[in-house]
């Protein structure tokens, strides 16, 4: 009996994105940069605000170019950084002490 194939569209595996950037962090900032525009009524925090929001939108683009899920990604290493301690490199040798606290 041959096996069955079963087509897998992409449509839902895309990332939500919105102008290219991760959604949240997109709208995030654009709602501090209009914040920022509102609450200081000058040309000069409107401007800063401007440079805010298009800096942003290109660092945010820029990541979700290089990983959709970047965000998801930096989150969960945050929150396992107590089990995985920073190392140089693999075959480091640790010291009895630092031994025994990894177990």
Do not use: C, H
Not at 14 to 22: A, E, I, Q, R, S
Not at 63 to 88: C, E, G, H, N, T
């Amino acid at each position: 009996m041959a096996l069955r194939r079963t087509r897998l569209y992409r449509l839902g595996q895309k990332p939500l994105t919105v102008m290219g950037g991760d959604r949240e962090l997109v709208m995030f900032t654009g709602l501090l940069s209009f914040a920022l525009a509102f609450a200081a009524v000058t040309w000069l925090a409107t401007g800063f605000s401007l440079i805010l929001w298009t800096v942003g939108l290109l660092v945010l683009r820029k990541l979700a170019k290089a990983d959709p899920f970047m965000r998801w990604v930096y989150l969960r290493q945050i929150s396992y950084r107590r089990y995985y301690p920073p190392r140089s490199t693999p075959w480091r040798i640790n010291s009895t002490g630092q031994a025994a606290r990894y177990r």
